[in-house]
């Protein structure tokens, strides 16, 4: 089984939609594919909750589906997001400084694509 997982870093909403659409084609083919929002890309989190904002549809989807992992807990806190991502119930994480790590999704076998 492919195992990939998807950062997020970019705060910019075109680039955060691509990797919520490549989340859901992997995932529709089969695919074990996590999210990890991270840095600048973290100041989307409350927005994105919105139904009036782009993209925010598909967020809400690939959210109520499980696929994204975790959230940063240094970026989200820095970009004052952290709150909503908890009330959201998204998994906080911050097991590398503050920050997620990487080395134990590639120690696990997951390819590694950043955004």
């Known amino acids: 089984m492919n195992k990939v997982l998807l950062v997020a870093f970019q705060g910019e909403p075109m680039c955060f939609a691509h990797v919520l659409l490549n989340a859901l084609d992997m995932h ?54 952290l709150e909503q991502a908890q009330a959201q119930g998204l998994v906080i994480s911050g097991d590398m400084h503050g920050h997620p790590s990487l080395a134990k999704f590639m120690e696990m076998g997951y390819q590694i694509i950043t955004f």
Do not use: H, W
């Not at 992992?69 to 970009?79: G, H, L, P, S, T």
């Open 28 to 81: 529709e083919k089969g695919f074990k594919v996590k999210i990890m929002i991270e840095g600048a890309a973290t100041s989307l989190i409350g927005s994105l909750n919105d139904p009036a904002t782009p993209f925010s549809d598909l967020y809400i989807k690939v959210r109520d589906m499980g696929l994204i992992d975790c959230v940063c807990k240094a970026c989200a806190a820095k970009m004052q997001n």
